[in-house]
């Protein structure tokens, strides 16, 4: 604040250029809503994301270097998942102007009933999973995204692995604990 402007006056300045956020919670929203319509998530890839971005998603161990790998990342999921619907619940921009950071927080639901996803065959379950964004950006395009979610929550919900504190969960995780005691007793027995 300069010595000739009130504190009131200076809030209601309008932002020089090189203060003005490329990216902001509505342009995030904006992308994100683009989810429920299909094409418009696609169109223009060379607008939304840089050539070379670094996209990571963790609870695939999968990493992205390139535009085409991040479309046909999504176009795979869209196919497995076809009537996928995303809700954005909290957004939070931080960063320089031209490099701005976000954090995304979100719900997707919709019916694995489509194509295989991750070697997986459909099985025409509902899904409802949360999960998280973080996103760097490069001059309003995408330069980085790393994703998580959770996988344990996605394979109960199509069956993959049975629902928490079932008969099938408790038994998998007896035998599990069964066979960790087993391996300590051994360990314990070879350092004697």
């Given at each position: 604040?300069s010595a000739l402007t009130?504190?009131?006056?200076?809030?209601?300045?309008?932002?020089?250029?090189?203060?003005?956020?490329?990216?902001?919670?509505?342009?995030?929203?904006?992308?994100?809503?683009?989810?429920?319509?299909?094409?418009?998530?696609?169109?223009?890839?060379?607008?939304?994301?840089?050539?070379?971005?670094?996209y990571r998603v963790f609870?695939?161990?999968?990493?992205?270097?390139?535009?085409?790998?991040?479309?046909?990342?999504?176009?795979?999921?869209?196919?497995?998942?076809?009537?996928?619907?995303?809700?954005?619940?909290?957004?939070?921009?931080?960063?320089?102007?031209?490099?701005?950071?976000?954090?995304?927080?979100?719900?997707?639901?919709?019916?694995?009933?489509?194509?295989?996803?991750?070697?997986?065959?459909?099985?025409?379950?509902?899904?409802?999973?949360?999960?998280?964004?973080?996103?760097?950006?490069?001059?309003?395009?995408?330069?980085?995204?790393?994703?998580?979610?959770?996988?344990?929550?996605?394979?109960?919900?199509?069956?993959?692995?049975?629902?928490?504190?079932?008969?099938?969960?408790?038994a998998i995780t007896g035998?599990?604990?069964?066979?960790?005691?087993?391996?300590?007793?051994?360990?314990?027995?070879?350092?004697?």
């Amino acid at each position: 604040m300069s010595a000739l402007t009130t504190h009131d006056e200076e809030k209601q300045m309008p932002e020089t250029k090189a203060q003005t956020k490329v990216v902001d919670e509505a342009k995030i929203r904006d992308v994100f809503a683009r989810f429920d319509s299909r094409e418009s998530f696609f169109a223009d890839p060379e607008a939304r994301w840089i050539d070379r971005p670094h996209y990571r998603v963790f609870a695939q161990n999968l990493e992205m270097r390139t535009r085409d790998e991040v479309v046909a990342w999504f176009r795979g999921l869209f196919d497995a998942v076809p009537d996928l619907h995303m809700d954005v619940e909290e957004v939070v921009v931080a960063g320089e102007p031209g490099r701005e950071r976000a954090t995304v927080r979100w719900r997707i639901t919709g019916t694995f009933s489509g194509s295989p996803y991750m070697g997986i065959e459909p099985t025409g379950r509902p899904v409802d999973i949360r999960g998280m964004d973080l996103l760097s950006f490069e001059d309003g395009r995408v330069a980085g995204n790393n994703i998580y979610y959770d996988q344990l929550t996605f394979a109960r919900q199509i069956g993959m692995l049975p629902s928490e504190g079932s008969v099938g969960d408790k038994a998998i995780t007896g035998a599990f604990n069964l066979v960790t005691k087993g391996r300590a007793a051994i360990r314990e027995r070879s350092a004697h």
